[in-house]
């Protein structure tokens, strides 16, 4: 069987698919790859169902050596790509011969690259699922250097493209579309125009559980403990500093604290590539009436 | 029995809400019912909780929430079936002070406790962590006030209205009353949770 042997982890890479959905209730996150279309088009680009699991790369990249030659694809932030120190193209299926070292660089946009290998990466399985799961800790531990994973017998002809359509990571600011929250009316009106008028920035103790955010504080309008309930990701949930948190793919399945609104998912994509300091603008989807959403 | 209420959360979600536990146990129980008999429409998740249970995935949430308000749900049928037994050594660190908070001598805590009947309300904080109803309104307690930073899984805890079993070691702040060997959670075992809603559970003292 082929495999990869890790040369240098990076910051944070984890091995991601499409997570484990259906296990809620037994109090575990959906998980899989925070930018779910990078991670669907990095599998396309080498041949791939989009149900293999990719590796999720934070801020710095990650290099890794194939022991066999392999179709690789890698998508997400934007960055240097190099085989045995030759520059490769990004956003391409790109043959790597035996022996050669794949070096993705640190991000020169956004956060989190995507690489997809032919086959995949072919850890076992947990609960149906080979993707990290950071607040559980189900699935394969993230990478260290010297790790050897697996990889699995290419499944298809890499896609005939030389470039594919990647949209940019957000640069200005990370605009996050809102419908409202289950517990809206648990906060002031004052507080949900703060929410959509407010100067919020990303936060650096954002992590695959939930993009944190800093800057205004929302005022509840109901004080007190709200029974814990269940969480979808995308929810915008408020803890009691005020500062709104929007749930990624390893959010908790129950929460305490209200949700004041949630972000579609197809905007979460973007939520994944936002460096902290990013300014962040939360815009209500439905028109906000004088007693609030 | 009010109507349950179904609060719409984003795009392909209910949060459907309902007065308390037990309400939210049946509507639960209703919703398992459902879907068996294939009345439901798909969904990926049937989240129970407190006082809800989330539905998410759904195609076309408003159709569902117009539909939930007219349900009859029926209450909590009697436990029926076979428990689950967990073997518990009652040792644990706040064994006193649960034996004060419920005014019985040490020894008592552990007759009291093994003699009722659970039933897991919801699942959360970590995988395969059950909240158990069961506790008379008698003998619910406080949370610690500070919170360890480890707790050994195993651990059996008391906090409010539930019961629960730590299924690996993590911060808590639920006052232990003793230590169980079973395996709560294990991914590999099918099914990989010992207690999922709905599972009636006993406690036995041992050792």
């Known amino acids: 069987m082929s495999a990869l042997t890790v040369i240098r982890a990076g910051a944070l890479t984890t091995v991601q698919d499409l997570g484990r959905p259906g296990h809620a209730h037994l109090g575990v996150p959906r998980s899989g790859a925070l930018d779910g279309p990078a991670h669907r088009l990095a599998n396309r680009l080498v041949g791939n169902p989009v149900t293999r699991a990719t590796l999720e790369t934070t801020l710095n990249g990650c290099a890794v050596r194939v022991d066999t030659p392999v179709t690789v694809a890698v998508t997400g932030a934007p960055c240097a790509v190099r085989a045995d120190g030759r520059p490769v193209a990004w956003g391409a299926p790109v043959r790597v011969p035996a022996g050669a070292v794949l070096d993705v660089g640190p991000a020169v946009a956004g956060l989190r690259g995507y690489i997809a290998f032919a086959g995949g990466v072919d850890v076992p399985p947990v609960l149906g699922s080979r993707s990290r799961d950071l607040l559980s800790g189900l699935g394969p531990e993230p990478l260290s250097d010297g790790a050897i994973l697996p990889l699995g017998p290419p499944c298809g002809p890499p896609a005939s493209v030389d470039t594919a359509p990647c949209p940019a990571p957000p640069a200005d600011a990370l605009v996050l579309p809102l419908l409202p929250g289950p517990r809206a009316d648990w906060f002031t009106p004052k507080a949900l125009t703060v929410l959509a008028r407010g100067d919020f920035r990303v936060s650096s103790a954002s992590n695959r559980i939930g993009l944190r955010t800093e800057g205004p504080t929302l005022e509840r309008s109901v004080p007190g403990e709200l029974p814990s309930e269940g969480m979808v990701s995308g929810a915008v949930q408020v803890p009691p500093d005020g500062r709104p948190v929007v749930f990624l793919a390893d959010h908790p399945t129950t929460g305490g604290y209200p949700v004041v609104g949630v972000v579609p998912e197809p905007a979460l994509a973007a939520a994944a590539q936002a460096v902290p300091g990013t300014r962040v603008r939360f815009t209500w989807c439905v028109q906000l009436s004088p007693s609030g959403v | ?207």
């Not at chain 2, 609060?7 to 007065?19: N, P, Q, S, T």
């Not at chain 2, 008592?108 to 995988?127: I, K, N, Q, T, Y």
């Not at chain 2, 008698?138 to 651990?155: C, D, F, N, Q, W």
């Open chain 2, 1 to 207: 029995m009010s109507a349950p209420r179904p609060l719409r959360v984003g795009r392909h979600a209910l949060l459907v809400e309902v007065e308390d536990t037990a309400a939210a146990q049946a509507l639960h129980a209703e919703l398992l019912c459902r879907r068996e008999a294939g009345t439901l429409p798909p969904m990926t998740e049937i989240v129970p909780a407190a006082r809800t249970v989330l539905l998410d995935g759904l195609a076309d949430p408003p159709a569902l929430a117009a539909e939930i308000p007219r349900w009859t749900v029926p209450p909590l049928p009697p436990s029926e079936g076979e428990p689950v037994v967990i073997r518990v050594r009652y040792d644990g660190a706040d064994l006193p002070e649960v034996a004060a908070l419920w005014g019985v001598p040490e020894a008592e805590v552990a007759r009291v406790h093994s003699a009722l009947d659970f039933r897991v309300a919801f699942c959360g904080f970590a995988p395969g962590f059950g909240y158990l109803t069961g506790l008379p309104p008698e003998l619910h307690v406080p949370r610690r006030a500070t919170p360890r930073t480890a707790v050994p899984a195993g651990s059996v805890g008391l906090a409010g209205p539930y019961t629960g079993v730590y299924p690996r070691s993590s911060p808590g702040g639920w006052l232990l009353v003793g230590r169980t060997d079973a395996v709560m959670w294990d991914p590999a075992r099918e099914p990989a949770a010992l207690l999922a809603p709905g599972t009636r559970v006993r406690f036995e003292a041992c050792g």
